[in-house]
């Protein structure tokens, strides 16, 4: 299959992963033998089952998870339940096995699943058995951060390529699993990792918390825990986890903004650590927002108490690694002192640059400074533990690449946090684009292993906001440029209104050198007969996007009062982007989609096209309600009407898992809190 690396390539990135001590590569094995072995018979022609799960005697739940998915998707492609057993007892009838985990037969079978990378999983046909096998880790089968994960990836391969299943959104209505009289499997011999050694798509809602909006406009309690389930459950069909917790902010001082706090704790004694301002004072600037300020980075004594800080914590779990983290606070890099503006070195050239990036340099270009300080702090901890890691992100006005005379090194892993506020969201002028490739570019030749860690996600509220083609175009790219993992912030979870959007979002995790319009039909495949018009649908809003690129900019720009959070204040300019008269032309496609499904009364493929309509009609209405809230003429009674009918229809829609409520309700209450009549009175 054309997403397997060939043998060739293979070998020179088996040398690589092992001089790099990662696990993220795709990669089969020897095919001899195979001329052997041939399909498994799963479910025979006559509906019986002709297979049985093998678990280990002592299965991980990762193992009894995976079984139990394996079973669950052949029953809901033929109606066959299969029987899962313990290899103790495996039953004589059905004859054909699949075993599953760490099993002794995978070691008779000469599989060292000890020795196997903590994700990886062998997939091998044997003796007229299938077996799928794994070291797997322990832990809670839906963490994505801490389990491993290896046969639940096995059986995940497997259901692609044998049953043909796609996920195409959270719930049963979006799981596909074509109806089939008989199931065969293999015949397999390779070995599956996951492409990246982090893939993270942040869920954005928390099963038992409460959010910080409009209850009324938020899910209910129960709402909420079957969404978070129906989720987690969907990204890891999706693969998300993680290969390595060393890489990933896992067992890290300081991790994430990793200052905050320390004006409060040190800036009495050591105010020299802080931002210099431009009037010579040092620490927060504005005495209203006391968290919002820098490190003076250059300061030898601020390095030297991060090292102490890490030693500390390393000396307090001996034999465990101990990373750090230095990420800046959340905000950018504004120290003024002599010796970090030294350290920026000369202003870089800003002609020619695409419109917006100006900002960027505000102010000043800070890349170069902060490189030097990942130095420094690596050279100081290095004199005790050499091979400790940095954790880094390049954020605001330092997510620049470096000067290329800058060299970084393999133990410092950089989040790439693409991030100027006005410019840059999707969809993007093309110079913006290409310009963010070269940074990206910049940062991985400094040495540095680069992940993604964009907050463009974030955007775009209730709305059909979709932008297939320029996403996949710099993941891609990015993944081709030696992309070690993700971490996006977060999911607004949108589903109905942005199927395939979001779909591709998490499927190019998987499938990161597919073509994206294979991914896409992918998707639309899915609704059988509609699938023509579920395309058609969602490419009219792919074209609203791009052709409402400077319009979108430009009315957020107007309407945020200042404010530079573009995607909080959605709410606030939607119904200025979604007019109606956008609606009518999406209305009349999903209209035919309906039809064209109707073919099949009562199909599987009516209940989607049933679920995109929820998208359609929710986003309608919360443009109407958007209408009456932004008008200041509006009356108290409009307002109150507009607000009831959204929350109505909410109430109806939202065990459909349509969309993340909690999430919206978020923005709604960011863009309409000083509205007069917004907030309920009990909050
Ligand atoms: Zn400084």
């Not at 969809?427 to 964009?454: C, D, H, T």
């Not at 998987?510 to 649908?537: H, I, K, M, Q, T």
């Amino acid at each position: 299959m054309d997403y397997f690396l060939t043998a060739r390539i293979m070998k020179k990135h088996i040398a690589l992963h092992l001089l790099l001590g990662w696990n993220w590569l795709v990669f089969p094995l020897a095919i001899e033998g195979m001329a052997n072995q041939k399909k498994m018979s799963v479910v025979n022609p006559g509906r019986q089952p002709a297979a049985v799960i093998v678990l280990p005697d002592q299965p991980q739940p990762i193992a009894e998870y995976a079984a139990a998915e394996l079973a669950h998707h052949v029953e809901i492609a033929t109606g066959v339940r299969i029987p899962i057993a313990s290899e103790s007892a495996i039953p004589k009838s059905p004859k054909n096995r699949i075993y599953v985990g760490s099993t002794r037969a995978a070691r008779r079978a000469g599989i060292a699943q000890e020795k196997l990378p903590g994700e990886a999983c062998v997939l091998k046909s044997s003796g007229g058995n299938l077996l799928i096998a794994a070291k797997d880790g322990p832990g809670d089968p839906l963490d994505t951060n801490h389990t491993f994960s290896g046969s639940l990836w096995g059986v995940y391969e497997v259901l692609e390529r044998d049953l043909n299943a796609l996920w195409l959104w959270p719930g049963e209505v979006g799981s596909y699993v074509p109806k089939v009289r008989e199931v065969t499997m293999g015949p397999y011999d390779e070995t599956v990792l996951p492409r990246f050694v982090h893939r993270m798509l942040r869920p954005g809602i928390h099963p038992t918390g409460t959010p910080n909006g409009d209850l009324r406009l938020a899910f209910t309690a129960a709402e909420r825990q079957k969404y978070a389930r129906d989720q987690a459950v969907f990204l890891r069909r999706h693969r998300m986890g993680n290969s390595d917790g060393n890489y990933f902010s896992e067992r890290t001082t300081g991790s994430g903004h990793s200052f905050e706090g320390w004006w409060k704790r040190f800036g009495r004694e050591h105010p020299d650590w802080f931002q210099m301002n431009p009037d010579g004072s040092r620490g927060p600037a504005d005495p209203r927002r006391p968290e919002k300020y820098s490190m003076c980075v250059s300061n030898p004594g601020l390095q030297r108490k991060i090292v102490e800080l890490w030693k500390e914590e390393r000396e307090k779990h001996p034999g465990e690694p101990m990373n750090i983290g230095i990420g800046e606070n959340d905000t950018g890099g504004t120290c003024s002192c002599p010796r970090c503006l030294e350290w920026d070195g000369p202003v870089p050239d800003r002609r020619g640059l695409p419109p917006g990036l100006e900002r960027s340099y505000l102010p000043t270009q800070a890349s170069n400074r902060y490189a030097r300080f990942l130095l420094e702090v690596q050279r100081l901890a290095a004199e005790i533990e050499p091979n400790v890691k940095l954790h880094f992100f390049a954020f605001e006005n330092y997510f620049w690449a470096p000067a290329d005379t800058i060299r970084l090194n393999k133990n410092m892993v950089i989040g790439f946090v693409p991030w100027f506020r006005w410019a840059g969201w999707f969809p993007r002028p093309a110079e913006m684009q290409e310009w963010l490739k070269q940074q990206w570019l910049g940062w991985q030749k400094s040495g540095a292993p680069v992940y993604y860690r964009p907050n463009w996600f974030l955007d775009g509220w209730s709305m059909p906001h979709v932008y297939p083609h320029q996403f996949a175009d710099a993941f891609q790219f990015y993944a081709r440029h030696g992309m070690v993992g993700t971490d996006f912030d977060s999911l607004m979870g949108q589903w109905a209104a942005q199927g395939p959007h979001l779909y591709l979002l998490a499927r190019i995790h998987v499938r990161p050198e597919e073509p994206v319009d294979n991914l896409l039909n992918e998707f639309c495949s899915a609704f059988g007969p509609a699938a023509e018009a579920v395309g058609d649908y969602f490419r009219y809003w792919e074209d609203y996007s791009l052709r409402n690129r400077e319009r979108a900019a430009d009315a957020i720009r107007s309407r945020s009062n200042g404010l530079f959070r573009r995607y909080a204040l959605y709410a606030r300019v939607a119904d200025e982007l979604y007019p109606p008269e956008a609606f009518a032309p999406a209305q009349r496609i999903l209209d035919r989609a309906r039809t064209a499904a109707a073919a099949k009364p009562d199909s599987e493929y009516a209940r989607r096209v049933a679920f995109l309509q929820e998208g359609l009609t929710h986003a309608r209405l919360c443009v109407e309600t958007a209408e009456v809230m932004n008008d200041p003429r509006a009356e108290a009674a409009a307002r109150s009407a507009a607000l009831g009918r959204l929350i109505a229809y909410r109430r109806k829609v939202a065990s459909s898992g349509m969309a993340n409520l909690d999430r919206l309700s978020v923005i709604e209450q960011e863009s309409w809190k000083d509205v007069p009549g917004f907030l309920p009175p009990d909050r």
